[in-house]
């Protein structure tokens, strides 16, 4: 059953009290703050009776005057409204923010943020991989595993599936595949970032005192190296490992 919402809306954010019209509230239809007050939840009220929403109500004061009016905050508030747009769900309105210089370092922060703990959980997993005494050196290997694949020989002809008559023989499936002397299977990494990451990863080891090289490779049954011949559907297929990786040689 939906509740019944007046009208006008009396609200206490975060200690703070406004009033405004329920129109306004649900003006942006696919926020959170619209869902809050469609009817379909229960919003808390305090001791007077008004709707209580425990977030900043000095950056609320302004994500009403953008819905009311399509008014952006001073160039001073915009990261504190940013972060209260972003989880209200107003993504019009922290679309808008982004633009500003205060938002835009904001974002580019978190960014790189999360490539270092990214670069530092990579790192980890490598020293993880190794053994407790190195003797020499060691090579531990980061791999992708992209499955097995296929390509007509035919560029404009592009199969959807591995043929069964492949999958169905091991013995075609039996390879050298490519690995180090310890291995860690980790998500595939865009191709684009791989090279960057592999470089951060390495000065990550080598702050950390190990001797590092590191190399990038595709396993021995890959389309450029070893694939197999098997003809199917009327077509002759190349079916290959998709396996792919980065080797550190560590001392």
């Known amino acids: 059953m939906e509740n019944q919402l007046p009208k006008v809306v009396p609200l206490n954010v975060g ?18 703050l619209a869902a809050m007050f469609s009817g379909r939840h229960q919003v808390e009220r305090d001791k007077d009776g008004c709707y209580f929403i425990d977030r900043d109500g000095r950056a609320f004061a302004h994500i009403l005057e953008f819905l009311r009016h399509a008014k952006l905050p001073p160039p001073n508030h915009a ?34 943020l999360f490539k270092s703990q990214d670069i530092e959980m990579l790192a ?14 060691t090579k531990v290997a980061l791999l992708m595993d992209g499955g097995w694949k296929a390509r007509s020989k035919i560029d404009d002809v592009v199969p959807d599936i591995v043929p069964a008559r492949f999958l169905e023989n091991a013995s075609w499936q039996t390879h050298e595949c ?20 592999v470089a951060l990863v390495q ?12 190399e990038l490779e595709t396993c021995k049954f890959s389309l450029e190296h070893g694939k197999k011949s098997v003809w199917s559907d009327l077509m002759t297929l190349d079916v290959y490992c998709g396996v792919y990786g980065v080797i550190f040689t560590i001392g």
Not at 21 to 28: A, G, K, Q
Not at 84 to 98: C, I, N, P, R, S
Not at 203 to 214: D, P, W
Request: aromatic share 10%.
């Open 79 to 112: 990261r504190e409204v940013y972060i209260e747009a972003q989880y209200f769900g107003l993504q019009v309105l922290a679309d808008k923010l982004a633009q500003f210089k205060d938002v835009r370092e904001e974002i580019a922060f978190k960014e790189q």
């Open 124 to 137: 980890e997993r490598v020293l993880k991989a190794l053994p407790a005494v190195i003797n020499g050196t």
């Open 178 to 197: 490519l690995q180090g002397d310890n291995k860690d299977y980790i998500e595939p990494l865009c191709s684009a970032d791989l090279r960057v990451r």
């Open 203 to 214: 000065q990550y080891l080598q702050k950390r005192g190990y001797a590092v090289s590191t």
């Open 15 to 32: 200690g703070r009290h406004f009033s405004t019209f329920l129109s306004t509230l649900v003006r942006d239809e696919g926020s959170m």
